[in-house]
């Protein structure tokens, strides 16, 4: 196997493992408090939103930060509520594929960005409720950041 090919099986695992049974406000606010724990911990700049489509339920803009980092964290969750997929799983996909988010699936780079960092928070049996996002680092480690901090967090539950 290729090494995207791998990733992107590696990614879908994940997305089948790392679902939950409820999510809460409560939830949102301990998961957002650990991921700033763990940028923080490793001196990362990036900023953290968990959101539904309509509601933010948790923000942060880590020091060092910008503006910029929003508008992608938005991008990026966009690809999640549209996909149903981890925008990880789908930059690989365009990737191997040879295609990006544009004119050719309908969608506009303003409001949508195939780059790792956004990750569905998936009820079971119910489908994706929300989007945790993580935007200021490489694709590859935004997206790691939020999965390391989603696995202990489940395993907890």
């Known amino acids: 196997m290729n090494d995207i090919a791998d990733l992107e099986k590696q990614v879908a695992e994940q997305e089948e493992r790392l679902v939950f049974r409820t999510f809460s406000e409560d939830d949102a606010w301990d998961l957002g408090q650990r991921l700033v724990g763990r940028a923080l ?23 060092g930060s910008a503006p910029d980092n929003d508008m992608w964290a938005r991008r990026k969750s966009n690809v999640v509520f549209h996909f149903h997929r981890s925008s990880y799983a789908i930059e690989l996909e365009h ?32 489908g994706v409720f929300a989007a945790i996002t993580i935007s200021g680092l490489a694709s590859a480690d935004d997206h790691g950041l939020i999965v390391a901090v989603l696995e202990a967090y489940l395993n907890q539950q």
Do not use: C, M, Q, W
């Open 41 to 63: 911990a490793h001196e990362a700049k990036v900023v953290i939103n968990i959101r539904t489509p309509n509601r933010t339920l948790f923000h942060a803009a880590l020091p």
């Open 95 to 126: 990737r191997r594929k040879g295609r990006t988010i544009g004119p050719e699936l309908g969608l506009d780079i303003k409001d949508f960005a195939d780059h790792g960092g956004s990750f569905p928070v998936r009820l079971k049996g119910a």
